[in-house]
């Protein structure tokens, strides 16, 4: 009886070593570096420990010194990935930089959902990442595209498990739409509130065409979403429709973008390990050969192609352990946690009103001002927000509460009253602007 054997489809150097690049581009540009000194400059009672950072929370609490050290060398490593110099020991730089860095942003408030470029960043060190595009690879003599295709080396592996991983990231909220929203999700104004949602967290207008006035638009749109995203674990892992699935990825990020103001560059570039890498290879070596005959210089000797290396089995082991967090937190719809969640879901039901926090300060005078943080808001600034207000289900802390009123009303006069007050706004475009149609005290304390 023959075994068989779980091994991976044969795929060239490229599509991993084009994610390692895409990946240090990310982390140089990312924001979260910045979120993350504001989060250490903060108050600890401002803190929103997600699951799995207790223990870094607890063992090495940020500060802004340990923050400013991490940033540092999360900006060289990957400057060194992107480049490929030293390339599997800057990835595993950049993956530990990146894990304390990202971490300690997530404390803001609420999830960022970048965790997924730590993933790929500790496959791309536990990977041969730099036998192409690589200082590496040249200074070896090899070409930059890579070796050939090999079936079951330690490349065909990682890159067959970031696919996977890839997939998996789109496939659960598709889940969870379906089975909190049911068809609801699709065949109700939904969609169109979760728009205009986006629409006032960003600051309002609306962007051309108006795809709000056209419901059966926004519904077949909402239907083409869920499929979408439910067909992407057999996109991505099915050689016929991968560039399918590329074109899919980038297409829904960039309507996402345009639409709903959500681009979300550091998950769509990654769709870059979807690409064909045999026939971008493939077409390198054509090219180099006629530059090489054009130019009638000696036929360069191809350099001898180092043996395929086998996965190692921390590679196997690791990727393996981490497939099944993957899945775990998908399952559950965790959108809140770290270095593993489930990928904003937006499986609720959308309504027509969005929660604020202010704060009412009344003085001794009798007279009362209004606190609220500036807006337009970021999203993690939102997320704080609603944090602070309970809406993620945390009970209220008033030292939380109190931290936030200092935060937002610094100068304020002395107090004799303080009341928290969740406000709710009308998110359609034609009311911005209007003052809160609801406000709900939820929490006073006298001075």
Known sequence: ?????????????????MLRVAIAVIALVATEPEVARVVASRPRALWAVPEGLAALVALAPPTPTSVDVAIAALRV???????????????AALALAMFYVFGVAQLAGAAMHDMHLVWFATVCALAPSGRALSLDAWSAGASVAGPAATRGDAISWAVGACRLWLGLVYFFPGVHKLARG????VASDNLRNQIYFK????????????????????????????AFELSMPLLVL?????????ALALSFHVLAGHFMKVPYPALAVCAVVLLP????????????RRVRERSRARAEPSAPERGAARPSP??????????????????????????????PTFASIAPDQIVDLAVDVTSADGSTRTFRMP???????????WRTAGLYGDALDPARLRAFERLVAPRAPTATRVAWVREAYDVRPEAYGAPPVRRDVMFTEAR
């Open 277 to 288: 890498g045999e026939r971008i290879r493939a077409w390198w070596v054509s090219v180099s």
């Open 182 to 185: 049911g068809l609801a999700w």
């Open 238 to 246: 099915w050689r016929r429709t991968r560039l399918l699935a590329f």
């Open 199 to 226: 629409w006032f967290e960003m600051g309002g207008g609306a962007p051309w065409p108006r795809v709000d006035r056209f419901p059966a638009l926004m519904h077949l749109a909402a239907a083409g979403v869920v």
């Open 375 to 385: 807006r337009p808001r970021s999203q993690d600034a939102w997320g704080f927000v």
């Open 314 to 343: 921390l590679l196997v082991l690791v990727s393996g352990v981490m497939t099944v967090a993957i899945v775990v937190q998908g399952a559950r719809g965790q959108t809140e946690s770290f270095p593993f969640a489930c990928y």
């Open 1 to 17: 009886m023959r075994s068989v054997r779980l091994v991976p489809p044969a795929e060239t150097a490229l599509p991993l070593a």
């Open 77 to 91: 490593s990957a400057a060194l990935a992107l480049i490929g110099l030293f390339t599997r020991a800057a990835c």
